[in-house]
Nanobody
Framework: QVQLVESGGGLVQAGGSLRLSCAAS????????MGWFRQAPGKEREFVSA???????????YYADSVKGRFTISRDNAKNTMYLQMNSLKPEDTAIYYC?????????????????WGQGTQVTVSS
């Protein structure tokens, strides 16, 4: 059974940093496109970042404009784990953050492209 488990969320002041982790189990994820999404209260789930598999050990990183330059996505295939380093956090980054995995799709920005989801981890940034 495939599972994605996020961790690393919490409460941080504006300007601070957090690192989210997404531990995957149940199958090998080295050929998966992995993504981060977030959902704030009353808003739709939105794309944050993705590492798109391009064959072999090649991955391309993509970011939403709102986080570009502040967030960094990475993965450790040996640990089946993906990370999201979040720096210079702003109150508008407050949301539940979800990781997701996709096998075989070339799309990465829409939630419908993903086959598996984690349960989410809360990130709260105070002003």
């Amino acid at each position: 059974q495939v599972q994605l488990v996020e961790s690393g969320g919490g409460l941080v002041q504006a300007g601070g940093s957090l690192r989210l982790s997404c531990a995957a189990s149940g199958r090998t994820f080295s050929s998966a496109t992995m993504g981060w999404f977030r959902q704030a209260p009353g808003k739709e789930r939105e794309f944050v970042s993705a590492l798109v598999w391009s064959g072999g050990n090649i991955y391309y990183a993509y970011y939403a404009d709102s986080v570009k330059g502040r967030f960094t996505i990475s993965r450790d295939n040996a640990k089946n784990t993906m990370y999201l380093q979040m720096n210079s956090l702003k109150p508008e980054d407050t949301a539940i953050y979800y990781c997701a995995a996709s096998f075989g799709s070339t799309q990465y920005r829409g939630p419908n492209a993903y086959d598996y989801w984690g349960q989410g981890t809360q990130v709260t940034v105070s002003s």
